[in-house]
C-alpha cells in the first residue's frame, strides 16, 4: 500500500503583501518549508510596487506594471491565499480576525501591512482630503480627478495641492502635473488655468536628503511653476482650502495629503507593543518586542535599536532576513541579528522622464538616472511577473514532507470524532421540516416531505479550485444549488462530502471549519441548513453536497419544455472555465480571478425566483458541458432550433485574453464534441467568443427560456436584482432538429 504525506504540523500566516513580505515568499517558493501551511492575508490581490507608483501616475506604466500580483504568485508558490481586511490578532489564542472569514489559527505570525497617513489629527482631512496610501483609493481619485480636469472649462482655474514635503508629496505632485499637461496638450488646450501647490510644514522639503538634492528640486519646482509654500503647518482643512496654525489660508481645489504616515491601529489595540504612530516595536530579529512569535516588518515595524525612514529599500532588505527568521522560528533554531544599512541609493522622480539620485552627500541626475531607476524598477518586479509553473500546484500540495507516516484509509478514513462535533457545534441550526439531523445526529437523516410536493434531489462534488477554504465552501454550495434552482425547486436541507488533506488536527479542523461555515453562509441565506454529510481524509481535498428540495409540480421548470420564438436569457457571465486554467499555469491577472469568484459566489436563488414567477418554460444552470452543451440538452430530441447572437454573451474581465492564448480548461476539448450542433460555425473561423461556447463553467447562471413578450421584463427585473449582466443572447426557431445557428 503506498504511503500518504505526512500531515502539516505549522501554520505560518502572514499579514499584507508588502515589499518584505513579497521577498520572502519570493524566496520561499524557491524551498518551501516542510511540513508547514502557508497562508497570505492581504485585502489587495494585486498590490503595488510604491518605486513604480509616480510612473503609474505619469503614464509611464500600465496598471498591471506596477502591481505584484499576490493571488497569481501564490498559486505559482504553492501558497494559501486570502482577499480580506484583517480587523484584528488574538495573540494569547494565537488567531487572526477577518472582515469577511471565520477566524484564522496560527503558530507564527508575521505583519506586513504598510502605513497610511493619518488624516484623523488634523479636523476636515478625512473629509476633504485624499492620501497618498492606500494606493487604491488614491488611483481611483486620479482617474476621477483627469476626467474632471478633462471635461472642465479651460478658463476655470484649478487649484491642486499636496500636504507634505516628502518625497512621495513631490513626485506625485510632478506625476500629476506632467500627465494632465500631457492629457490637455494632446487635444491642443491650455494648461495655464492649472495650478500646483507643495504644502510643506518644515522650512525645506525632502528633510531627509542631502542639500544637493535639495537644490535640484527646488530648481525643478521653480521650472515647472509649482509654488512651494514652507514653514506651512496645516492645522485645519475646510471644503477647498488648508489653514495653518498661524491662521494663513491655501485655496485649493485638489487636496492629496502625503504627511508621515501610521500603522493600523488592530496591532495596539491586540496588544503588542507600538510607537506613538502605531508601528509595531520590533527587535534585531524583527520580532515583536512583546510577542516573540509575531515578526513585523516594512512600514509598519520601529527597530527599537536602529530606526530608520520609512523608504521601500529598507523594507526590500528585510525580505531575505525575515524569511531566514521564520523559517529558524519554525525549525525551532537560533535567531539572526539584522541590523539594516546606514545608507541608502535614492531615485525620486521628477514626472518627466528625469530623475535625481542621492546617496549620503552625493547627488546626481538626468534622463540617464530615470532610464537607471526603470531598469531597477523593471527587474525587480519581472522576478514576480516571469513565472512558469511548478509541479504539483494543488493546494496543500506544499504540505508534503518525507517520511510520511501511514494514515488509515479504511472506514472511509473518517475526520477524527472530536474534531468533527467542535466545528458541528459552530454551525446555524437546520429547519424546514427536519425530523432527524444535526440537531439530533443519528445513522441517517429523516426528512418530512409536505403532501402535495415533489422531492427535488441533486449531488455535486469536485475538487478545490481556489486555497481560500471559506470562498471554496460558498462556490461549492452555490455550485450544487444550481440544479435545484434550474428546476425552479426551493431548497429544503443539504448534506456534505468532504475530503480533506492530511495535516495535524488543528490544521483539520480549522479547513473544515472555514469549508463548512462558508457552506452554511450561502445555505442560510437559502433557509435552508446541513444535515448530515461524511468527511474522509485523502491526498487533496474535495467537497460536495447532496441537495434536497421542493417543488409543486405545477411550477416545476424541466430542460425540455421550449416553444418557438422563446427568447433565451443567461443571468451571469461565461468564462470560469478558461480563467481558472489559466490561473492554475499562473497566466491569469489577479484582479481576474477576484472578479470571477464574486460571480461565482452570486446565488441562482432571487434568479430562479423571477424566473418561475415570468412562468419560464425551461431552464438549466450552466456547468460543465458549457453554454453550448447545456443548450443542446434542452433541444435534444425536439424539432426545434436555436440563434445565439454571439456578440450578446457576456464574458468575465480576461476571459477572451485567456482563450486566445489557448489557455483552455481541461474539459474543454470534451466540451468541443458539442460542436456538430452549430450548423455554421465555419462562418465564425477565428472568432474567439465562440471558444467560449465550449468553456466549462463553475457555479455558473442559469439558462431559460421565456416567451418573446416578457423576456425584454425579465431580464430588467434579473438587473434590477443584482445580476446585472443578464440579458437575451438568443431566440429558439420552429425548426431546426436540435441545431444551433450563430448570428
Known sequence: MQQDPTPASKHLI?????????????????????????????????????????????????????????????????????????????????????????????????????????????????????????????????????????????????????????????????????????????????????????????????????????????????????????????????????????GEVIELDEIIWATSASGAQWPARAGLECSDNGCIRVNDYLQSISHPEIFATGDIADMVNHPRPKAGVFAVRQGAPLLRNLLAALAGQPLIRFRPQQQFLSLISTGDRYAVASRGPFSFAGAWVWRWKDHIDQKFMQRFSDLTQLPDQVPGAQLKIENPDMRCGGCGAKVGHSILNRVLKQLPPPSNDIEIGLNRPDDAAVIAVPPGKLLVQSVDSFRQLVSDDYLFGQIAANHALGDIFAMGAIPQSAQAIVCLPYASDEIVEQRLRHLLLGASKVFTECGIGLIGGHTSEGAELTLGFTINGLAERQQLLTKQGLQPGDRLIITKPLGTGTLFASDMRSQAQGRWISQALQHMLHSNYRASEILTAAGAHACTDITGFGLLGHLHEMLDGSSLGARLWLEKLPVMEGALACLRAGLFSSLHPQNRKFSPVLDNLDEFSGDTLTELLFDPQTAGGLLAAVSSDQADAVVAELQAAGYPEACAIGSIRPEGNGSVTLM
Open 14 to 246: 502572514l499579514i499584507g503583501g508588502g515589499h518584505a513580505h513579497a521577498i520572502a515568499l519570493l524566496m520561499m517558493a524557491m524551498n518551501k518549508p516542510a511540513g508547514v501551511r502557508i497562508t497570505l492575508i492581504s485585502n489587495l490581490v494585486q498590490t503595488p510596487y510604491s518605486g513604480m507608483l509616480p510612473g503609474l501616475i505619469a503614464g509611464h506604466y500600465s496598471f498591471d506594471q506596477v502591481h505584484i500580483d499576490l493571488g497569481r504568485f501564490c498559486r505559482y508558490a504553492g501558497i494559501d491565499f486570502i482577499e480580506d481586511r484583517v480587523t484584528g490578532i488574538d495573540p494569547l489564542n494565537r488567531t487572526v480576525q477577518c472582515l469577511h472569514h471565520p477566524d484564522f489559527s496560527y503558530d507564527l505570525l508575521s505583519i506586513d501591512t504598510g502605513s497610511t497617513p493619518d488624516l484623523s489629527t488634523i479636523p476636515g482631512a478625512t473629509e476633504f482630503t485624499t492620501g497618498v496610501k492606500p494606493v487604491k483609493p488614491l488611483l481611483d481619485y486620479w482617474d476621477a480627478l483627469q476626467n474632471r480636469v478633462l471635461q472642465g472649462d479651460d478658463q476655470q482655474d484649478i487649484h491642486i495641492g499636496t500636504v507634505g514635503g516628502g518625497a512621495s508629496a513631490v513626485e506625485v505632485m510632478l506625476a500629476m502635473q506632467y500627465k494632465l499637461h500631457k492629457l490637455l496638450s494632446k487635444e491642443q488646450r491650455r494648461t495655464s488655468h492649472l495650478h500646483f501647490h507643495i504644502i510643506c510644514g518644515p522650512q525645506q522639503i525632502l528633510t531627509g536628503h542631502n542639500n544637493r538634492v535639495k537644490k535640484r528640486y527646488l530648481n525643478v519646482l521653480k521650472q515647472r511653476n509649482i509654488a512651494l509654500h514652507t514653514g506651512f503647518r496645516v492645522a485645519q482643512v475646510k471644503q477647498g482650502r488648508v489653514i495653518s496654525d498661524t
